[in-house]
């Protein structure tokens, strides 16, 4: 049987209770989307790679914002973000910081602010993955407006690919195969910028 998609997949360590999970659900799905969960190693968080790691992911995946495009999808928009900003909230609360072997410690970059503890990857139009990436010495509401711009974009780009603000914005970004697409709050604008592997290891070498 052909695996399907799903609309959302979840992320987490494997420490992570199932009752913690299925009450996270709860945010994400009352209306029973496609939702799936999978556990990863912590073993995979413990060393700093410029393929940035986060304790927990969020993907929000194709068949989903197919899905809002549909007049029934139109009611799940609201519900999507305010589900996303109750995950964030808590993941502020989070502090937690990278280890690293003593022979890679030169890989952990000093001026790295983005959390490692949550991230949320959207999958645009032609299945390229942006991962929104959340700075802890931002606010809360920084995180929030992040998501609701990034959201924007990718609905945009699901009614408008390639002639919207988005695919303009990835345009140059990822030559290399297998490159993600990072999105970042500025700073200072506190607006979306986009970079690549390469982008990424020049602002935190």
Wanted: net charge negative.
């Amino acid at each position: 049987m052909e695996n399907k998609v799903p609309d959302i997949l979840l992320v987490y360590p494997t420490e992570i209770p199932d009752e913690i999970i299925e009450k996270e659900l709860e945010f994400l799905n009352p209306d029973k989307h496609d939702i799936k969960v999978l556990k990863t190693d912590n073993n995979t968080f413990m060393a700093f790679e410029w393929i940035v790691p986060t304790a927990f992911i969020v993907y929000l995946l194709k068949p989903y914002f197919n899905a809002f495009l549909t007049e029934a999808g139109k009611d799940h928009y609201h519900i999507t973000k305010k589900g996303l900003k109750k995950l964030v909230e808590k993941a502020k609360l989070i502090k937690a910081k990278f280890l690293t072997a003593e022979i890679s410690s030169k890989k952990l970059s000093k001026n790295y602010s983005q959390s490692i503890v949550f991230s949320i990857i959207f999958q645009t139009q032609d299945n390229r993955p942006i991962k929104l990436l959340f700075d802890n010495e931002m606010e809360l509401s920084d995180w929030e407006n992040a998501i609701d711009e990034l959201i924007e974009l990718i609905l945009e780009n699901y009614k408008s690919s390639p002639n919207d603000k988005l695919s303009k914005m990835m345009d140059g970004l990822g030559k290399e195969k297998g490159d993600e697409i990072y999105a970042l709050i500025n700073p200072n604008s506190k607006q979306l910028e986009l970079l690549d592997n390469y982008g990424m290891m020049k602002k935190y070498k």
